[in-house]
């Protein structure tokens, strides 16, 4: 057992948004403010740059019942940042300025909310405060939609995004049924290296009508297989579904999204639109038939409506583990998930992880995971996802409406 | 009282799905099973085009339990069409057809659920068959999220799409104030001709926090005025959020969606992408900010995961007095609502309205009910829309995914 630590925590976001980051912020925060080690809770605005400018929300202000609400809504109520710090040994101006701020406030605790390079950045203050001496727990919380943290089973809002495109796929797939003419619908799908969210497209095909086909970013694209692989299906049924990662690319690693083909636009132009819209249009010309380009963009990562039961109490269990960790003398770890199987039913259990071990290194879908021809997914996949999507949550409504948190944000002076 | 008429029924769906179609066909086949004067219940395959092509689905063989389904399932279950029919003063061909098929089958209703041009079909059948003298109570049903039919207060499916474009707009503009950098985001919405759909983004705003612009087609846009407004808002917030009619339109009557301007692509190749991509392009170009535009695309009217409980009940209730006043010999008319207020609450009785009244003439919104610089609505809209998003169905889930209606579609012979 550690001594006890007394002073203050700071809380930040950190990343893209996902549909329960703020769950997490929740269970941090909670624990934080019940904790009687921690002196003051201290929300940082848009991530580390709100440390770096001294910009910090007291949390102990908050009306708890607001704060509940944040269970609910999605986005970084905090703020997010996509802020790349330096490495202390090259440029430690950063750091200097952070330890500052940790000193005026006599900051003990720190708690980091984001992917990859979040956990780098917990990484580097971690040993930064360790090397000058600086007694403060750092303690990293996952959150990545794009489910690419290693070292983790998953990761929260992940599930939620996979639900979320899950039942987007399967009322697409209705709507794309209804005429009795032909017609071949393209929905691109967030992830540039992974394909886990491209992939949980294949559950609405599992489970009633999805994809025909669904495309991932860990294998090599090829437009004439592709158009081949449509081809098929639009002779077989006359309609086509298609799953794409937006991360698609050709052999030589250049993303089909970012590419120049003559199909498209000989003279080279900037294209409008993304990915859908770009294969939609090589889709047309190819086969003559309707086609639809769809991008669910940021819906995918927000639709907190359609979050996870399960993916909202682990990303709360997650932050609120961080803290009861951190007082208990655990620093430079991240809060991690291990699966396991409870009477057959799903179960995860929480572990630690060392930030050096997981910042920086990205988790993508097994090979083995996909089926041959590349084109969809085997039911490894499937069984794996589909646990995390489980539970409907209670959603606070007014009008029926969402009822987001409201935070004060009363600036720390 | 009219004399009892005995004898086949016929349903169909027409025009584009909604997220409550199948409600108001689960009103229409449950009435008409139940009901002693119907001897069988045919659906048409893909509307009109089921009848005149002899493909009729036998509903009295559906499981019960299946056909409840449908008050949950998006889009068409028995599949839609666009079929234009001819005048019959012009082109009796296909009214032959159908007067062969009603006589073959012994079809003495005909219950045709859709918008605009679905009322107009049904008309021109109730007049031929009243000129050759063939007994058959034609009724129409109806149904679009345009919500633009003539006559009555609302059109069932319209209240679901602006549930979940008011829901969106919410999460959207959550997602798009995350970081501390200027940010523009441009949600593209359905409605070609009427503003209700993109009118509905304001409820967001009304009960939290939405679009900070709205235009509608029921006003001509002015790309100038538009950027001014845009201007305007980001000097102020930093953050812009708009929705757009896929409709608006410049005062010549063309539609900004089509517009060739020199913003976009000089060389006047076609566009990727929808109008969304298109502003945000303009916008960019402008501002210089990071602009993002997303198309709700299909998803807004497919979207029964985030329907309203009153939207549904509604249809299936419009579909159900369909039948009910066909039994009592009422035909030649469209079941519409009329909005009443019962102790202070929102109620809607049924009324019927002559086909020959609502066919082929567009509701659009008031101008009296967008505001004084057309960028925005006023209260009487927000009053209008509130009521008919109100209420979150059961929605029937199996591993946490839509479990929606399998039909067995056993075609009549």
Known sequence: MSEKLIGAAIFGQSGGPTAVINASAYGVIRAALDAEEITKVYGAANGIK???????????????????????????????CRYKIADPEKDDTDYKR???????????YFFYNGGNDSMDTCNKISRYMESVGYACRVMGVPKTIDNDLYGTDHCPGFGSAAKY???????????????????????????RHAGWLAGSASLATAFGSGPDLVYL??????????????????????????????????????????????????????????????????????????????ELSLLQRCGAHLASA???????????????????GVTGKMVAFERESVNGEYACKLTLLPLTEVANYEKKVPLSWINDTQNGMKQEFIDYVLPLIQGEPKLPLKHSLPRYARLKKVLAK
């Not at 399960?310 to 208990?328: C, F, H, N, Y």
């Open 50 to 80: 709100g440390v770096l400018e001294d910009k910090l929300y007291v949390m102990d202000e908050e009306d708890p019942e607001e704060l509940k609400l944040l269970l609910h809504t999605p986005s970084s109520a905090l703020g997010s």
């Open 165 to 191: 495109i899950a039942t987007s796929c399967m009322e697409i797939n209705k709507d794309a049924r209804v005429y009795d003419n032909g017609m071949i619908t393209i929905v691109e799908i967030m992830g």
């Open 98 to 108: 952070i330890l500052e701020i940790f000193k005026k406030y006599n900051v003990r």
């Open 310 to 328: 399960t993916d909202i109490e682990e990303a709360r269990r997650s932050g609120e583990e961080a803290v009861l960790q951190a007082v208990k």
């Open 217 to 294: 970013p860990e294998t090599d694209f090829d437009m004439d297989k592709f158009l081949a692989d449509v081809d098929e299906v639009y002779k077989k049924n006359g309609k086509v579904l298609v799953a794409v990662s937006e991360g698609i690319h050709y052999a030589d690693g250049s993303f089909v999204s970012e590419a120049k083909t003559s199909a498209t636009d000989g003279f080279g132009h900037a294209q409008l639109g993304g990915l859908a819209a770009m294969l939609a249009d090589i889709v047309k010309k190819h086969t003559g038939a309707k086609v639809r380009g769809i």
